[in-house]
């Protein structure tokens, strides 16, 4: 098997830390190459849209949906080898204990984060300055969540004000970006419209009353007309807004 480097570890007292950087770099690297070879080109596209916003320390937000055999997971396995071959960490969790043993170093999203398992409006995750997974959350660079809608949007709340308060620190300054990870506040108004909307929809608040048939007014900026190519047109345009 092969070994960690033993000098990088040898530095960390944090055992999260430790348990995150004990990935062979070398070893990390192999197993991207074969799966970076294997992408489509709608991965692909996906994977450098993700790759781009962390090498240019921009932040962001992504949803990348789509439905059961379209090879997410191979898509989160190759995002997390080619983080980590650079010696860097990505968290991989999921809304349930199935889903996450399919990702390497997997864990529940209750688990990683410290999400109360009795969510309410104002519940928050116990992480506090100093401790360990306070400094693991400064020092990682993606976190893939995945099966996110399976989960309690109090969950998201709760984490976003958790990760708001680990990036900013002892600042006095409070930000207003998802998860505190600095998008352009025109992103962040896009994103929070079409997550209410989303919710909207979930709760049956919109489309009229409804007695197990309604109308939905599908957004204008969603749809795609005339379009020669729409499933490609449609990719690209979830890749535009998150």
């Known amino acids: ?17 430790v348990e995150e950087l004990s990935y062979d770099t070398e070893t990390m690297n192999n197993e991207f190459n074969n799966l970076f070879d294997s992408l489509t080109d709608e ?50 969790v999921a809304s349930s204990g199935i889903a996450s043993l399919l990702l390497k170093g ?7 984060f410290l999400i109360p398992i ?25 976190i893939i969540w995945d099966e996110a809608p399976m989960i309690h949007k109090h969950a998201f709340k709760d984490l976003d004000r958790t990760l708001n308060d680990v990036m900013n620190g002892d600042s006095a300054n409070t930000s207003e970006a998802l ?11 896009n994103i929070k419209e079409f997550a209410d909307w ?9 489309g009229g009353p409804n007695d197990g048939e309604s109308v939905i007014d599908i957004p ?20 535009l807004i998150y």
């Open 43 to 92: 991965q692909r596209g996906v994977y450098n849209e993700i790759m781009n916003t962390l090498v240019d320390e921009k932040g962001g937000v992504f949803f990348v949906y789509g439905y059961g055999g379209t090879r997410k997971t191979y898509l989160w396995k190759t995002l997390s080898a080619s983080i980590r071959s650079k010696g860097d960490v990505v968290l991989n």
């Open 179 to 189: 998860f505190g990870v600095g998008c352009r506040s025109s992103d962040v108004e």
């Open 220 to 239: 204008d900026d969603l749809l795609i007309l005339n379009s020669l190519d729409p499933i490609g047109d449609l990719i690209r345009l979830y890749i």
């Open 118 to 142: 009795n969510l309410t409006e104002d519940s928050i995750c116990p992480v506090k300055g100093n401790t360990d997974v306070y400094e693991l959350l400064k020092k990682t660079s993606l």
């Open 198 to 206: 989303l919710l909207d929809i979930d709760q049956g608040t919109v």
């Open 106 to 112: 997997g864990r529940t999203a209750h688990s990683r």
């Open 1 to 17: 098997m092969p070994f960690p480097d033993i000098e990088t570890i040898s530095r960390e007292t944090n055992p999260l830390m």
